[in-house]
């Protein structure tokens, strides 16, 4: 049975609608993830058409009990009025018809012990994404598409601050360990999060060890000249959970600016632009450099959906391989920069879902990222797993 959580305001604590308390973690051992569907109606923590938010969760077992793996849903943004309004009308921007549970048990999720050596028996949530924005938004008026008349919400931020107060009250406030975690759009929502999440759990447990491991989740901030810009206009905007080839930079300053994302991303950040500029926290290029958090991202230096995006010419090697280039110098300039950072960069040209697919250094990915865990605070420890090949490298993509 789905569990129902009713917050009336935020911050308080939560409860079950039918008044019984959340079960305790630790006593699941099932690969079936059952929904919680949450009450955002007072605190305006809602869906894209207005309906409420939902994640799943499995349950930690044995060791796992009190450590934590939280996964951000991905699925692109909503970059224009019509591309919001279709969005709205999919399980990306409405929870009317999420199933009573999921069953995950591969990569991140497994429950395998040899394919996720660290996280196989943790509790581990599934935050479904709804908002359009990488759980960021909090515009707190009530938004119509002029050309439809159809009312949207924008409210990214308080969805992921719901979700957070009621895995708090369910036991998150006692972990020793989180990892958090997304693929794609949520593997940006992890750059954008992660030091939300690990302040908000060591304001509680002081002692609790706390990380980022987005998955093809560092787009670069590009806008091609030759891209079709971000338009109101239906007859201009590309299909659900696209953008326009080279159109990447407007469209999400586009979705950043209409969502009033600046209270949902760094304040940090935020804090380093002045007011014209401060679209640029959106970005993970821009807003990682302002992260406190250790960070382990997994990124191709050819990601798929950046050659077919960010970029306004995918098919060109030349292209493809500047990219390339400009993503791993970022990637390892922060490593460089900031204690404990490290990656898993592979030559493969694919976007997400590479856990098992890609050996660099003798290792894939579930163990490279058990040795960077492990040496997070040795600064003698290896931090970074480089595969440095030229594009296409179809070997590089075998484990």
Same mark, same amino acid.
């Given at each position: 049975?789905?569990?129902?959580f009713?917050i009336?305001?935020?911050?308080l604590a939560?409860?079950?609608?039918d008044g019984?308390e959340?079960?305790?973690?630790?006593?699941g051992?099932?690969t079936?993830m059952?929904i919680?569907k949450?009450?955002g109606?007072?605190?305006?923590?809602?869906?894209?058409d207005?309906?409420?938010p939902?994640?799943y969760?499995?349950?930690?077992?044995?060791?796992?009990?009190?450590?934590w793996?939280?996964?951000?849903?991905?699925?692109?943004?909503?970059?224009?009025?019509?591309?919001?309004?279709?969005?709205?009308?999919?399980n990306?921007?409405?929870s009317?018809?999420y199933?009573?549970?999921?069953?995950?048990?591969?990569?991140?999720f497994?429950?395998?012990?040899?394919?996720? #050596?660290?996280?196989?028996?943790?509790?581990?949530?599934?935050?479904?994404?709804?908002?359009?924005?990488?759980?960021?938004g909090?515009?707190?008026?009530? %938004?119509v598409?002029p050309a439809?008349?159809?009312?949207?919400m924008?409210?990214g931020?308080?969805?992921?601050a719901?979700?957070?107060q009621s895995?708090?009250?369910?036991?998150?406030?006692k972990?020793?360990?989180?990892?958090?975690?997304g693929?794609s759009?949520?593997g940006?929502?992890?750059?954008?999060?992660?030091?939300?999440?690990?302040?908000?759990?060591?304001?509680?447990?002081?002692?609790?060890?706390?990380?980022?491991?987005?998955?093809?989740?560092f787009?670069l901030?590009?806008?091609?000249?030759?891209?079709k810009p971000?338009?109101s206009?239906?007859?201009?905007? #590309? #299909?659900?959970?696209?953008?326009?080839?080279?159109?990447?930079?407007?469209?999400?300053?586009w979705?950043?600016?209409l969502?009033?994302?600046?209270?949902?991303?760094?304040?940090?950040?935020i804090?380093?632009?002045?007011?014209?500029?401060q679209?640029?926290?959106?970005?993970?290029?821009?807003?990682?450099?302002?992260?406190?958090?250790?960070?382990?991202?997994?990124?191709?230096?050819?990601?798929?959906w950046q050659?077919?995006?960010v970029?306004?010419?995918?098919?060109n090697?030349?292209?493809?391989?500047?990219?390339?280039? %400009?993503?791993?110098?970022?990637?390892?300039a922060?490593?460089?920069?900031?204690?404990?950072?490290?990656?898993?960069?592979?030559?493969?040209?694919?976007?997400?879902?590479?856990?098992d697919?890609?050996?660099?250094?003798?290792?894939?990915?579930?163990?490279?990222?058990?040795k960077w865990y492990?040496?997070?605070?040795d600064?003698?420890a290896?931090?970074v797993?480089?595969?440095?090949?030229?594009?296409?490298?179809?070997a590089?993509?075998?484990?």
């Amino acid at each position: 049975m789905a569990r129902i959580f009713s917050i009336a305001a935020l911050p308080l604590a939560c409860a079950l609608l039918d008044g019984t308390e959340q079960p305790a973690p630790g006593t699941g051992a099932s690969t079936d993830m059952p929904i919680v569907k949450l009450d955002g109606s007072a605190a305006g923590a809602v869906c894209l058409d207005g309906t409420n938010p939902a994640y799943y969760i499995r349950e930690g077992t044995g060791s796992g009990a009190d450590k934590w793996y939280i996964h951000h849903e991905g699925g692109g943004w909503c970059e224009g009025y019509p591309d919001c309004v279709s969005r709205s009308k999919t399980n990306l921007g409405s929870s009317k018809a999420y199933p009573a549970s999921i069953n995950q048990d591969s990569g991140y999720f497994s429950t395998d012990a040899t394919t996720n #050596p660290l996280m196989f028996n943790w509790n581990q949530v599934y935050m479904k994404y709804c908002d359009g924005a990488s759980f960021s938004g909090n515009n707190a008026t009530v %938004n119509v598409d002029p050309a439809t008349g159809t009312t949207l919400m924008f409210r990214g931020s308080r969805v992921r601050a719901l979700m957070q107060q009621s895995l708090f009250a369910g036991g998150l406030a006692k972990a020793t360990d989180l990892v958090v975690s997304g693929c794609s759009a949520g593997g940006l929502a992890t750059f954008l999060h992660t030091d939300q999440w690990c302040d908000a759990l060591k304001a509680r447990s002081p002692g609790a060890k706390c990380v980022g491991m987005p998955d093809s989740g560092f787009f670069l901030d590009f806008q091609d000249p030759r891209a079709k810009p971000t338009s109101s206009a239906a007859d201009e905007q #590309p #299909p659900l959970g696209n953008t326009n080839p080279g159109n990447y930079h407007d469209g999400l300053k586009w979705s950043f600016e209409l969502q009033n994302a600046t209270s949902g991303v760094s304040a940090d950040c935020i804090a380093a632009y002045p007011e014209e500029e401060q679209y640029r926290c959106m970005f993970a290029e821009h807003s990682a450099a302002h992260q406190h958090s250790p960070f382990f991202p997994l990124q191709s230096k050819y990601d798929s959906w950046q050659t077919g995006h960010v970029l306004f010419d995918g098919s060109n090697a030349t292209s493809v391989n500047t990219l390339g280039a %400009n993503i791993t110098s970022r990637l390892l300039a922060l490593s460089k920069a900031n204690t404990g950072w490290g990656g898993f960069i592979d030559a493969c040209h694919h976007h997400c879902g590479a856990w098992d697919s890609i050996r660099i250094d003798g290792d894939l990915v579930g163990d490279a990222l058990v040795k960077w865990y492990a040496g997070v605070d040795d600064p003698t420890a290896k931090k970074v797993w480089n595969q440095d090949e030229v594009y296409p490298c179809a070997a590089c993509c075998k484990p």
